[in-house]
């Protein structure tokens, strides 16, 4: 008969604390976004009748959704922001682990000088007006590349994805280069297929970094036929006049306070990763284990 653990009433009394205290700190980063939800389908006389704070609305309504959706600003900056976060993360991480594999190779000639070269740029980068001085003389202006092209590269995902190459048995490149496979075909058939869970969690990194992104679009950006969905956020957010970021006439928005189109702006920028987030999650629980040390 196996054993049953029983635990004590002092173990008993801590795991009730534990879960408690979790479940506050759950609630409250919870909350915002909740209420943000339900400010964005609220009638806003509502909100103002009820002091700014309520949790469960009497009414709904989709006007605010209806008016964003309809002005084609933000659908556009919505579709850009989808090209530039999926075409970003795929180059992303083509270009690291490019990178990363070959650094993961002791034997590589002058790999101790490039890692401390890397490395370097944590410490010390070129500064803001180098990067835009470069930005601008590279064509780069006015185009979706100018978003991508300045961080390829994330020195830290970097040094992630190069321990967790050399945390692969190397028996396993061996053999397939006994079987006759080349070095490229080693890590195209070998590697990748053991690297998803790093795959997914860099991938996760540099998705959300790329989805969150505007100061790129403000600095490198004069068409705002361009703008991302986070840009014409902070916009909405600093300007007084919502109908004119949204370009269309104020009368149109007589009905609808600018608090309600912000959140429902709010709202569309962050349900795709929210939504994106659990189908990577056991990736990525179990790439940061095993890409943070070496076994």
Known sequence: ???????????????????????????ATLFPLYYVAIVSITPYTEVLRNGGF????????????DAIFTSGVVPRALNITILITVLGTFLNLLVTTLLAY?????????????????VFTMLFSGGLIPTFLTVKATGLMNTIWAL???????TFNLLVMKTYFESLPA???????????????????????????????????????????????IMYLNDRSLYPLQVVL??????????????VPQSSLSSLPP??????????AIVPIIAVYPFLQKY????????????
């Open 259 to 268: 608090e309600s189109i912000k959140m429902a702006t709010v709202v569309v």
């Open 171 to 217: 028996e396993i490149e061996e053999a397939s280069k006994v079987d006759g496979c080349t070095d490229v075909g080693t890590l195209l058939r070998i590697v990748l297929p053991l690297s998803m869970p790093i795959m997914a969690t860099l991938g996760l990194f540099y998705g959300v970094n790329h989805w969150n992104a505007y100061f790129g679009g």
């Open 284 to 295: 990525f629980i179990k790439g940061m284990l095993l890409g943070a040390v070496k076994g």
């Open 1 to 27: 008969m196996p054993y049953i653990f029983k635990k004590s009433i002092p173990d008993r009394i801590v795991d009730v604390i534990i879960y408690t205290v979790l479940t506050v700190f759950g609630l």
């Open 148 to 154: 991508i092209i300045p961080g390829l590269v994330s």
């Open 102 to 118: 070959p650094l993961s190779k002791k034997f590589l000639p002058g790999r101790n000088a490039v890692l401390l070269g890397i």
């Open 234 to 247: 902070r916009n909405m957010i600093i300007t007084p006049s919502v109908s004119q970021e949204l370009s």
């Open 54 to 65: 309520l949790l469960f609305p009497e009414t709904f309504t989709w006007d605010a959704y």
